[in-house]
């Protein structure tokens, strides 16, 4: 418990507090791992596809014989994969019927800013009052028991998520399970000879914690009261010592000896995971949060802190069959040391290659930078703020123009994964020197440690209008931890 990191560079497992469970921890790697099923389109045409999703209350089984009630897209934690694919829009239809308003990102999508999910661009369940304010000329809107988010979709293959982004209520409104994974696929990475089907193997790995009679615990306990300044809002970030992968508390996964695509997202409130795999063989990282880096990087080790993804290749002709094969988090300690399992147990043909070159990718340099800006993740005023200032939904602290690149640079007091809405990125430099061997490539998230000062260069692509940065340690982002910029 406390606060990680105060005084110096530190790797530990993020900023926050650890919630105990008051039941008993399941045997671990006994249930098997889910894969969220797909959205089906209720229409597929030449403008494009279109999904409904409802947004609702819902029992799950996250733990082996507990039941625990969720918020969940389609009444599912993860909720359903959407599959999209570049060049076709996609509108999502989402029905609120929660008890409280929402508000849905799209993590990674390049959307236009009325589709953003804005903190207060809010869809209220039927009959809500009192109404939610609507500050004109902020980007807040109200839409009654359902909205269309439209998603042009005009972007590469990547793993994306999406999940909600409630003003104030971010973080408990994703731990009770808003969240959920979009796959972007297009021609380039069809071309690739990578793993397929039931060997691409989606997963999201965050951390829960359960009161005896198997609910979710959470500090603010009544949701839809809770305002800033009340009780209990100062939150350092909540950890849990539960270990969920896609909403199954370490769960184990059978394989045949050839070669996997393990698509992670880290879509924890505020935990960070040093992924590695035991006994070790190399991930082999094909991909960043948005999309395939130029070329495959190999690494014993990769850190993904909260709204990260990687996309690793594990050759499981590595192992002898039998083996039991787990991937491990060595920033975690006790059980949250280990994420899930893999039994290799039989053997198959592989046709699958690491291809030398995956993708072009187009490195930005520092000269391309038409504008250097900086802000400061800090604590302080009793919030968590950016440059001094806690987050102000009528204000907007930069003006990039669209279509060009502007070189942020983010400084911390405590670790802070900082999330750029639309602008994608690549990193340039950690203290001044080279980024982390797995940050290459386009991202949107980067991981800020603390007394670290990190460069980023973004590409302002896609669309004018209101976007945001943030933390996304969700409970520092609901305490003010976010900014607007307009893209002009
Ligand atoms: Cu994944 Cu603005 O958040
Ligand atoms: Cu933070």
């Not at 909205?147 to 973080?171: E, K, N, V």
């Not at 829960?208 to 350092?236: T, V, W």
């Not at 059978?254 to 924890?268: C, H, I, T």
Request: with cysteine; charged share 20%.
């Amino acid at each position: 418990a406390g606060l990680a990191g105060c005084g110096r560079p530190v790797d530990g497992p993020g900023t926050g507090s650890l919630l105990t469970s008051s039941l008993p921890l399941p045997e671990r790697f006994r249930t098997p791992l889910p894969i969220p099923p797909v959205a089906r389109p209720v229409l597929t045409n030449s403008a494009g596809d279109h999904i409904v999703l409802t947004q609702r209350v819902a029992d799950a089984h996250l733990l082996p014989g507990v039941t625990t009630q969720i918020w969940g897209y389609d009444g599912i934690f993860p909720g359903p994969i959407i599959r999209a694919r570049r060049g076709r829009p996609l509108t999502v239809t989402m029905r609120n019927q929660l008890p409280v308003p929402t508000s849905t990102h799209l993590h990674g999508g390049i959307v236009p800013a009325d589709s953003d999910g804005f903190p207060l661009d809010l869809i209220t369940p039927a009959g809500y009052s009192p109404a939610p304010p609507v500050q004109h000329g902020t980007g807040a809107r109200v839409h009654e028991v359902s909205r269309d988010y439209r998603y042009p979709m005009d972007q590469r293959a990547g793993l994306l998520w999406y999940h909600d982004h409630r003003m104030d209520f971010t973080a408990p409104q994703v731990w009770r399970g808003l969240a959920g994974m979009m796959i972007v696929s297009d021609d380039e990475e069809d071309a690739l000879p990578l793993p397929r089907g039931d060997r691409e193997l989606p997963l999201l790995i965050c951390d829960r914690a359960f009161e005896a009679d198997g609910s979710l615990r959470y500090p603010l306990r009544d949701m839809a009261m809770h305002h800033p300044g009340a009780d209990g809002d100062f939150l350092s970030g909540i950890f849990g010592d539960v270990i969920l992968v896609n909403g199954a508390a370490w769960p184990r996964h059978e394989v045949a000896n050839v070669r996997y695509r393990l698509r992670l997202v880290n879509g924890s409130n505020a935990r960070r995971y040093r992924l590695g795999l035991s006994p070790g063989t190399d991930l082999i990282q094909i991909g960043t949060d948005d999309g395939l880096l130029a070329a495959p990087v190999m690494h014993r080790e990769i850190v993904l802190s909260p709204g990260e993804r990687c996309d690793v290749l594990v050759d499981f002709s590595a192992y002898p069959i039998g083996s039991e094969v787990t991937l491990t988090n060595t920033l975690g300690t006790g059980p949250a040391a280990e994420i899930m399992r893999f039994a290799v147990t039989r053997s198959a043909t592989d046709d699958t290659r690491v291809p030398p070159k995956l993708a072009d990718v187009p490195v930005l340099e520092r000269s391309e930078a038409v504008e250097v800006r900086q802000f400061d993740f800090r604590f302080g005023a009793g919030r968590w703020q950016i440059n001094n200032q806690p987050y102000d939904p009528a204000g907007s602290v930069a003006a990039p123009r669209l279509g060009t690149v502007e070189l942020w640079r983010f400084t911390s007091d405590f670790h802070h994964p900082v999330h750029v809405h639309l602008g994608h990125f690549q990193v340039l430099s950690r203290n001044g020197r080279d980024p982390d061997p797995w940050e290459g490539g386009w991202k949107d998230t980067v991981d800020v440690r603390p007394y670290e000062a990190v460069e980023v260069l973004v590409k302002f692509a896609g669309y004018r209008g209101r976007y945001m940065l943030h933390c996304h340690n969700l409970e520092h982002e609901d305490m003010a931890m976010m900014a607007n910029f307009d893209v002009v």
